[in-house]
Nanobody
Framework: QVQLVESGGGLVQAGGSLRLSCAAS????????MGWFRQAPGKEREFVAA????????YYADSVKGRFTTSRDNAKNTVYLQMNSLKPEDTAVYYC????????????????????????WGQGTQVTVSS
């Protein structure tokens, strides 16, 4: 079992920045790749970013590429999502998830993007970007 707790959400003006954290406890954190997803009211949960078990491979949705950066500190059992140049359309509840990592095949990025494959989820943190 892995418990995930997100923090760092809040209200920010367009163009501003936030850093989300996701603290993990339970099974060895380094066994899992970590993903960030978001869900806006009336919309499905969508992929934002993912990072593999040791942090040397990352993936991003096109909508956040160049603005968001995910990183992890396995010594602290924590994954981060640095969000810069925020836009009103980034407003959503942001969730972190843990997924058992797999071999670095060409399809690993698609695997990370599949929310239904994730083993554990945090409770979510609200991010609101005002225009």
């Amino acid at each position: 079992q892995v418990q995930l707790v997100e923090s760092g959400g809040g209200l920010v003006q367009a163009g501003g920045s936030l850093r989300l954290s996701c603290a993990a406890s339970g099974r060895p954190f380094s066994s899992y790749a970590m993903g960030w997803f978001r869900q806006a009211p009336g919309k499905e949960r969508e992929f934002v970013a993912a990072i593999n078990w040791n942090g040397d491979v990352t993936y991003y949705a096109d909508s956040v590429k160049g603005r968001f950066t995910t990183s992890r500190d396995n010594a602290k059992n924590t994954v981060y999502l640095q969000m810069n140049s925020l836009k009103p359309e980034d407003t959503a509840v942001y969730y972190c998830g843990a997924i058992r990592d797999g071999p670095p095949t060409p399809s690993i990025g698609l695997y990370y993007r599949s929310s239904y494959k994730y083993n554990y989820w945090g409770q979510g943190t609200q991010v609101t970007v005002s225009s």
